[in-house]
Structure formats: C-alpha cells, structure tokens
C-alpha cells in the first residue's frame, strides 16, 4: 500500500468521523494499513492509540509534527502524557519545534 493511499484512506477516516457520534462503536480498524507507516512511532515507542492519532493526521513523521502546534497534538484522541514526552524529546534531538 502506498503512502498516498493511506493517506487517502486516512483523509476518509477523519471525514467519516466527523460525520459520525460514535464513529468508534462497532467500526473495525484496518491495523494493517497502520503497521505499514507507522514504522517511526513503534521505534520511539509510542503506544498505538498515539500512532493511529498521527497517522489520521497525516503525520509519518517526526519532521511533519512542525506542521502542528503542540495543542494540536494534544488535543488529537489517544495521546497522552507520556506520549507527549516522547515527541518532545524525539524532537528536540532533531533540532525540530512546534509551530
């Protein structure tokens, strides 16, 4: 699957919950299609609810989180403290900021 695919698919996703209350009752999640890009995330060690919230945001990257302000990122469902810290970090040795 290719990166423009997912993020086809994910743009989808995004819209479709926008459109649904409960778009997380009973809808089945293509855990595949996320193992292919979220490569980057497992290796800092963020947990999956952290990576599927980026990789619905477009985000494959530690580099495209200068695109996002940090309440952004905070505000995205499934990330917690921890892992706030680990972009923070994971950042700040790339010499990279938050908008």
Known sequence: MTQAKIARDAAARR????????????SEVDLDAYAAVDGVWVELGLAAP??????????????DL?????DAIKDLHGMGPNAIRILITAMKKSDINFR
């Open 15 to 26: 819209a479709a919950k926008k459109e649904s209350k409960y778009a997380n009752s009973g």
């Open 50 to 63: 952290a990576r599927r919230a980026l990789i619905d945001e477009g985000l494959y990257k530690v580099s």
């Open 66 to 70: 200068r695109k996002y302000s940090l």
